[in-house]
């Protein structure tokens, strides 16, 4: 099934287009690891059904070393031992934040974030949940083309 786009939001809304683009600066000049990013956009990206973020980020994750194995296992990383502490930490955390609706963001899964990261590091983890919760609305309301992305270069 091939889906129309419905608005080109960069066009309609330059300004908070802008905005959402600076957010995602702020995301990426964070001390956090991009493999570590790109999961945590894949993940949320899966939960929330968002084709064209899947598309994006699988490509960039692979771009800067991620194996297709832990990209197919993803949605099941709590049954695998292919993540490690800090991104297990991350994953969960990022499930809670961008179900917060249905999650309640417990002071146990607090705990179990600062083991693997400081106060900076959550905040901008949690930022980057936020962003990718948001591109992902983005994309699933105004249905921009899936498949066209390449991915970035990793030098």
């Known amino acids: 099934m091939n889906l129309n786009t419905r608005i080109d939001y960069r066009k309609a809304a330059p300004d908070a287009f802008k905005a959402m683009l600076d957010l995602e600066a702020g995301v990426r000049r964070s001390g956090l690891e991009q493999g570590l990013l790109e999961l945590v956009k894949m993940r ?92 992902n609305r983005l994309a699933i309301a105004f249905r921009p083309a899936v498949g066209g992305h390449a991915a970035k270069s990793n030098g």
């Open 44 to 135: 949320a990206s899966q939960i929330n059904g968002c084709a064209y973020c899947l598309d994006m980020h699988s490509k960039d994750a692979r771009a800067t070393g991620e194996t297709e194995q832990r990209l197919y296992l993803l949605p099941a990383w709590r049954e695998t031992d292919f993540y490690s502490p800090r991104e297990r930490a991350a994953l969960a955390w990022t499930e809670a934040v961008t179900q917060v609706a249905v999650n309640a963001l417990s002071d146990t899964l607090y705990a179990e974030l600062q083991v693997h990261f400081n106060e900076k590091e959550i905040v901008e983890l949690t930022l980057a949940i936020i962003a990718i919760n948001g591109w």
